[in-house]
């Protein structure tokens, strides 16, 4: 597999707004983007810090895998992606070498990349996406 970077850290929150708040007048860093992405029922906000991305995630239903996330164990960390070249490849390499995928194939995340998740049950309790530019 042919991972290039970390591309983001997603951040499960149960308040947008004030979770914005902390990472600008706390932390001093800048929301350059907010989006919903309505099929996943979330709404995120975006911060740079270096060559790595912050992304918070809300639900936007009841439903939503990230409500569910934070019933279950509140919030934080919910997710860590990685950048690839290739994501069709790196999900047929992770397959093949045994790992259960949550996405069999790529689907439409924020900013415009194309996404797939990891089951943590086989990456040792770590939630993980693959992402591509399209």
Request: hydrophobic share 40%.
């Given at each position: 597999?042919?991972?290039?970077?970390?591309?983001?850290?997603?951040?499960?929150?149960?308040?947008?707004?004030?979770?914005?708040?902390?990472?600008?007048?706390?932390?001093?860093?800048?929301?350059?983007?907010?989006?919903?992405?309505?099929?996943?029922?979330?709404k995120t906000a975006f911060f740079r810090?270096?060559?790595?991305?912050?992304?918070?995630?809300?639900?936007?239903?009841?439903?939503?895998?990230?409500?569910?996330?934070?019933?279950?164990?509140?919030?934080g960390i919910h997710h860590l992606a990685?950048?690839?070249?290739?994501?069709?490849?790196?999900l047929a390499e992770t397959s093949q070498?045994?790992?259960?995928?949550?996405?069999?194939?790529?689907?439409?995340?924020?900013?415009?990349?194309?996404?797939?998740?990891?089951?943590?049950?086989?990456?040792?309790?770590?939630?993980?996406?693959?992402?591509?530019?399209?």
């Open positions: 597999m042919n991972l290039t970077h970390i591309e983001h850290i997603g951040i499960a929150v149960r308040n947008l707004e004030e979770s914005i708040a902390y990472y600008e007048n706390i932390l001093g860093l800048k929301c350059y983007a907010i989006e919903e992405v309505a099929d996943q029922q979330v810090i270096g060559d790595c991305k912050l992304e918070l995630l809300v639900a936007t239903s009841d439903t939503s895998p990230i409500a569910k996330f934070i019933e279950k164990k509140g919030e990685f950048a690839t070249q290739n994501l069709v490849e790196s070498k045994g790992i259960q995928l949550i996405d069999q194939k790529p689907r439409a995340g924020a900013e415009g990349l194309q996404i797939a998740f990891l089951h943590p049950k086989s990456t040792f309790g770590v939630l993980t996406e693959l992402c591509q530019k399209p």
